[in-house]
Nanobody, 114 residues
Framework: QVQLVESGGGLVQPGGSLRLSCAAS????????MGWYRQAPGKQRELVAS???????NYADSVKGRFTISRDNAKNTVYLQMNSLKPEDTAVYYC????????WGQGTQVTVSS
């Protein structure tokens, strides 16, 4: 199975933006839906955005209108553009195929703080 490596996290002020990348070691075409998840301290991991092979996105209500997910199957990469960041977006962000596929990577830390 492919290995996924997340990058692009960091410290940003409220209202700022970050773009996360998820690079796969192999083809992601076989995964119909790719997702970005996050886990904040003391909370369960949650799915925040997903995208089908055809490019149809879906978002959690908490990020709708602020986050944009995209995928480039030719580059085996999934992206998450995060705008208007809030302190409650602070979490470790992971990408993985939605469903019982793939495995969790190390994630990338996003901290939103002034």
């Amino acid at each position: 199975q492919v290995q996924l490596v997340e990058s692009g996290g960091g410290l940003v002020q409220p209202g700022g933006s970050l773009r996360l990348s998820c690079a796969a070691s192999g083809s992601i075409r076989g995964y119909y839906i790719m997702g970005w998840y996050r886990q904040a301290p003391g909370k369960q991991r949650e799915l925040v955005a997903s995208i089908t092979n055809g490019g149809t996105p879906n978002y959690a209500d908490s990020v709708k209108g602020r986050f944009t997910i995209s995928r480039d199957n030719a580059k085996n990469t999934v992206y998450l553009q995060m705008n208007s960041l809030k302190p409650e977006d602070t979490a470790v962000y992971y990408c993985k195929p939605v469903g019982p596929f793939g495995s969790w990577g190390q994630g990338t830390q996003v901290t939103v703080s002034s």
